[in-house]
């Protein structure tokens, strides 16, 4: 990936652009980007965003942490 730092803070806006929990939409595009990344970049990423409610809900920085290692 040519620009990590730009990709991981458009990460971050867009789970923390929101005035409360971010809305599930979009937890489901971030989710569908870590697929894109698998295909694009031929990496498995273990973790993946979950919705802020669910009970045992991953830690978004989790996710991004396995990102930013992978990529």
Known sequence: M???AEFKK??????HSWGS???????WGLNDMIAWLELEYNVTIDNRFDEPYDENAIDPNVVIAELESKL
């Open 2 to 4: 040519k620009n990590p």
């Open 10 to 15: 458009a990460l971050r806006t867009l789970l």
């Open 21 to 27: 929990d971010t809305p599930p939409e979009v937890i």
